[in-house]
């Protein structure tokens, strides 16, 4: 598993993050891991620059996984690494990256340590879930055994909300760090379509700062959130204070 780089990296490190299952598509289960996995990659500088989700087809899984491991730094799955025949994914990464898979002696003592732990039953199904791709360093499971693994560029993780948090605190330490992002958000009192020219002007007298404009409805009607500046830390370092709320405090300042 890939050591993560020093602090003082100004590298831009990116990543995608492919979601995989048939429910998701047919909206049988709610996706609820794309929302934590930006969060925390963004707070660990790493800029989320996709997310594509697929069924529990091997193709349409091997071709998106190939065309995104070649052009970011990291890609994180989620979903179908379960004892079930549709759980697919370690085979399509395997074939993805033209590597042999078997079952895993290491995920082996993981998975009799556990049924042994729960009094579980170590059936064929359970053994499904200790097939790895050769070469693939394992991602601990503390919540229900079974590993997930990283191989090349790719993190394979569950899709169980809970299970894919306690694989990525496992892999977090690991990741590179990129520059971090400073973000400071200015509720605007006043419509989107109202402030839109303002904002596009300071954005533009802005073009280090990325500037957005997030509408919502409360008990007073439509409203927006703006000036949700971010702003490298490697440009922002020598005033910081500063940098955190200067494009924040102009978009207030014009608005009103």
Not at 102 to 131: C, F, Q, Y
Not at 223 to 250: F, I, K, V
């Amino acid at each position: 598993m890939p050591a993560a780089n020093s602090s003082g990296s100004k590298e831009v490190v990116t990543a995608a993050l492919l979601v995989i299952g048939g429910r998701i598509l047919s909206g049988r289960t709610k996706d609820q891991n794309i929302g934590y996995i930006a969060e925390y990659l963004t707070a660990r500088g790493i800029d989320l620059k996709e997310v594509r989700v697929v069924g529990d087809e091997e193709t349409a899984i091997v071709d998106a996984l190939n065309a995104l491991r070649h052009r970011y730094t990291y890609v994180f799955t989620t979903g179908g690494i379960g004892p079930t025949h549709g759980d697919i994914t370690a085979d399509c990464v395997a074939k993805a990256f033209g590597v042999a898979i078997d079952s895993d002696p290491r995920a082996l003592v993981i998975l009799h340590e556990w049924v042994k732990t729960t009094g579980a039953e170590m059936n064929e199904a359970r053994l499904r879930m200790t097939r790895i791709p050769e070469g693939a360093d394992l991602i601990l499971n503390k919540v229900s055994g079974a590993p997930g693994f990283w191989i090349g560029n790719v993190i394979v993780m569950a899709g169980v909300p809970s299970i894919m948090q306690a694989m990525l605190d496992e892999v977090g330490p690991k990741l590179k760090s990129g520059v971090c992002m400073l973000a400071e958000t200015v509720r605007a009192d006043a419509r989107e379509g109202d402030i839109g020219m303002q904002l596009g002007e300071i954005a533009k007298a802005n073009p280090e700062v990325a500037i957005g404009s997030y509408p919502f409805f409360d008990q007073h009607g439509p409203n927006n959130e703006c000036g949700a500046a971010r702003l490298r830390c490697a440009q922002a370092r020598a005033g910081q204070t500063r940098g955190r709320g200067h494009a924040g405090a102009s978009a207030a300042s014009t608005i009103k």
